[in-house]
Structure formats: C-alpha cells, structure tokens
C-alpha cells in the first residue's frame, strides 16, 4: 500500500515480556517517528529518525525502550521487560521531509500489558 | 518551554450545528501549525496547514485561522455530519527543529456529533 503500515495492530503481552513493534513508512520518506498515545490524550513523541541514525530519542522513557532503523526504511521499536504502564498506542509517522510538521501517520499498534 | 493548549477539551453537538475548537500556543520561533483529524482507533490525519503569513484556510466544511500575534487558531466546522466525530489534534511547528523535529502536539478536542 502507499501508506505507512505498523504491525501488529494489536499485541497482548504480560508483564515482563519483551515485544517489537514494525513499522514500514511511506516509499522515499527520510524522516520516521514514533509517539505513544494514552486514551483521551494527544501523541506524546519518543523518538525520530533522519534515515538509518536517531536524530532525537529524547522522548524514549526508559532505557527498557529502544527503536531502530537499520537501512532507513522500516523501523522496529522494542520494550523489554514491558509493565503494565507501557499499554497504549504505539503510532508511527513518516514525513518526506523534517521540520515541516507533515506527518503520514500509521494506524497504530495497541499494545496491551497484563 | 513550546506548549500547545486545547480547548475544549470535548465538545457535542447535533447534527447539522457549527462549532468551533480552540488551539493556543507558545511554540516559538513559530513555522506553522496544522489541524489533525483522529477518528477512534486510526492514525491522525492532516486537514490544514497555517503558515505565519495565513489567517484562514478553508477545506470543504473545515476552516482553520490563524492569528500569529495572538498565538491562537481555531477549527470551524460547518454544518457538522456524524462522520465529523473525532478527535481534533493541534500541532504547531517549530523551526530550525529542536526537540522532538519542532513538533509540539496539542491534546485534542474530543468531538461527538449526535444524530
């Protein structure tokens, strides 16, 4: 498809466990980000990518968090040892370029922690 | 600190009525600001972009302002459909990036339009 796609859409796991979550942006996008996003609220950032290097992770919890981007394209962001507070929606953006705020946004995997 | 306020913070309103949703910021040095729609359980969605020069922009029955003096925006939306109900996200840029690529998120407005 010609948007960005993320997988799983949903995952349940229980406490403890690790999970990755994909995602494949838009064909030529250099730019990818990841936010959280808890019920009733906006995303919150986590971390961007400008191609293959983290540009700014500065939204990333803990150090249980972390997400690469190996070639540039897909981008997989893993949880360790997940708690129940890492439960929300993990959504995935792609833009063609930065600092223009035009985001292509995924639908978003729901990560549920038991 | 940037921050982007929203309000209200949920709104409902009848089938066929207008209303408008609010979107104030402290984002500086200011690049543009964009409305997002969310529908329940799917990715925001891009409706508008205001740049500092813009003080409206309309699409189709959406129409953003922009006033950069004041720091403040607004979404009306005309002759409201059920299909409106959605979450409407404010997101200002910044520029030369900075954290998070410049990008500062509102909290939405949750909107119902009921039948």
């Known amino acids: 498809g010609a948007g960005v796609s993320q997988t799983p859409s949903n995952k349940v796991t229980e406490k403890g466990k690790y999970v990755e979550l994909r995602c494949d942006p838009i064909s030529g996008h250099t730019a990818l980000y990841w936010y959280r996003q808890s019920l009733g609220q906006g995303p919150e950032f986590l971390i961007y990518?400008?191609?293959?290097?983290?540009?700014?992770d500065s939204g990333l919890p803990n150090d249980r968090f972390f997400a690469v981007r190996p070639e540039g394209s897909v981008s997989t962001l893993k949880i360790q040892r997940t708690e129940r507070g890492d439960s929300a929606v993990y959504l995935c953006?792609?833009?063609?370029?930065?600092?223009?705020?035009?985001?292509?946004f995924g639908e978003g995997s729901r990560l549920t922690v038991l | 600190k940037n921050q982007v306020e929203q309000s209200p913070q949920s709104l409902i309103i009848l089938e066929g009525k207008n209303c408008t949703l609010q979107?104030?910021?402290?984002?500086?040095?200011?690049?543009?600001l964009r409305w997002y729609k969310q529908d329940t359980g799917r990715g925001p969605v891009s409706l508008t972009i205001m740049t500092f020069s813009e003080n409206t922009k309309s699409n189709g029955r959406y129409t953003a302002t922009l006033d950069a003096d004041t720091k403040q925006s607004s979404l009306h939306i005309t002759a409201s459909q059920l299909s409106d109900s959605a979450s409407y996200i404010c997101v200002v840029s910044a520029k030369s990036g900075g954290g998070a690529d410049g990008l500062t998120f509102g909290k939405g407005t949750h909107l119902i339009i009921q039948p």
């Open positions: 990518f400008q191609g293959t290097g983290a540009a700014d």
């Open positions: 953006a792609s833009s063609p370029t930065v600092h223009t705020g035009e985001l292509f």
């Open positions: 979107c104030n910021y402290t984002v500086s040095p200011f690049s543009n």
